[in-house]
DNA sequence: CAGTGGTCTAGACCACACC
DNA sequence: GTGTGGTCTAGACCACTGT
């Protein structure tokens, strides 16, 4: 078995900056990380050993070794015992996360416009009140939205909310992507659970959504929770399957 | 704003194994898992300092920090300084995983059977070619499956693998999930990516899949890399919405 | 054998939250 | 203030890999 690229690796001049607030081990990741996207150090290479790196960089091994292991943790890196560490593939640049559809557009350089269809209080109904746990028929927000993208409409979402979450309105709403309106209000957001499946759309869907009749759509339920574990948001929606999919990386740690 | 379960928290005697080769952080991470997936320790528990953990099970504090870690990155506590540890909803049992459709179903209860529709060896389209970064016509396996719960159709299994990968045949293929099999050749798998969408049945899908004609389908193509980035699988599948929807768990860290 | 990462220790100082 | 977790150090010993 040859070694894909067999090079001891030479780390480019760096130093760390002992009066930042930014930890040292995490300029350290960062500046490998930079490293290994740039293709300055290519994938296959084989680091120097983490005692010796940590030396260079005047930093203890502890610290060495908690950059690193970010760089495992992303990814990006290989580590084995008596052997080294080796640069893999930088296909994954993030890991799920818990984004909006408002930023992924964004960050794939299209421009998304929300248009908000309704916006009232209502009676949670069985299946609301279950996911939100909260008494059934507690009053919760319900909203609906429309995205588009470049002007085609590339999802309908519903969502409930607990009333005490909602401090903002119509307005911020068409502007700013869900999850940014909450945490603004100082809820931490921790985790999520989501249901991805497909079903035919309907006459009134297919029509809003500019597809075919009997078109298939993308659909999603999803339950976000704060760190108390409280339910934060309960989201009912579907997506044109014909204009977006879900993308998922994952590590098999 | 009330502590949801202001009590301090005695942990109940726990002592760990210096003798044993599971390393100590592991096996604090792993009792107090347990302590709180029992209910042992309930949501909203404030857990002691971590000084006084560390000195009360006879460990360092680096070591007793290790093991919190983990638990956080697993999502069941929050840390925050200046106020503590603090138990939150044991939700997410697991963060997403790759996981086959074959495990999936076993742990649900129900009973995975596999048939073989074929298994041979094929030229390479330009899609697998790209997605298995080989080069064009190129010889590689292609294997057809469907994937029954008790008696249903799931889904259809479309896969291909490089030549070298395949050191099984059909009847291990129907006995043993894919991943398990390339695993057992001393692959170490170490990511995927993976497209999630939907499309209507063709008329031989849907009699396939028992489903009615023009039912909604799931998608999905997964590409699985080795931890030299190797790609080692290509799959293209289609699912039953009716019968299986993607579960998909996450942490917003 | 020599070289690698994996684990563990016993301290230190700091940033932040609450009283 | 006092108490919490966050960071960092300078060592030590061990387990695994390859020669």
């Keep these: 078995m040859s070694e894909p690229t067999p090079g ?3 780390l480019p001049r760096f130093v760390v900056d002992r009066t930042s607030p930014v930890p040292l081990y995490y300029q350290v990741a960062q500046h490998l990380e ?5 293709g300055a150090v290519p994938t296959g290479t084989l680091f120097q050993n983490e005692v010796d790196l940590a030396a260079s960089l005047g930093l203890s091994r502890p610290t060495m070794r908690r950059a690193m292991q970010h760089l495992v943790d992303k990814g990006l890196v290989v580590r084995r015992r008596g052997i080294g560490t080796r640069v893999v593939q930088p296909k994954l640049r993030r890991s799920l996360e ?3 559809l408002n930023d992924d557009l964004t960050r794939a350089g299209r421009k998304p416009t ?3 269809l309704s916006f009232e209080r209502v009676q949670a109904t069985d299946v609301v009140a279950e996911r ?3 008494p059934e028929a507690t009053v919760v927000h319900e909203l609906v939205r429309i995205r588009r993208a470049d002007g085609e409409p590339i999802a309908r979402l519903i969502n409930y909310l607990p009333e005490h979450i909602v401090a903002f309105d119509e307005l911020d709403l068409a502007e700013h992507g869900l999850y940014e309106l909450i945490r603004r209000q100082g809820v931490v957001l921790h985790s999520a659970t ?4 497909a079903r035919t759309a309907t006459a009134a869907e297919a029509r809003l959504m500019s597809e075919p009749r009997g078109a298939a759509l993308v659909t999603a339920q999803r339950v976000t929770y704060d760190d108390h ?4 948001e309960f989201g009912n929606h579907i997506y044109a399957s014909s204009r977006y999919t879900f993308e998922i990386n994952l590590l098999t740690t």
Aim: aromatic share 0%.
């Design 229 to 232: 574990g409280q339910a934060v």
């Design 194 to 197: 989501q249901t991805l499946g």
């Design 8 to 10: 001891l690796d030479a």
């Design 98 to 100: 818990l984004t909006s």
């Design 132 to 134: 939100l746990e909260v």
């Design 34 to 38: 930079d490293a290994i996207h740039s």
């Design 114 to 116: 929300t248009e908000v």
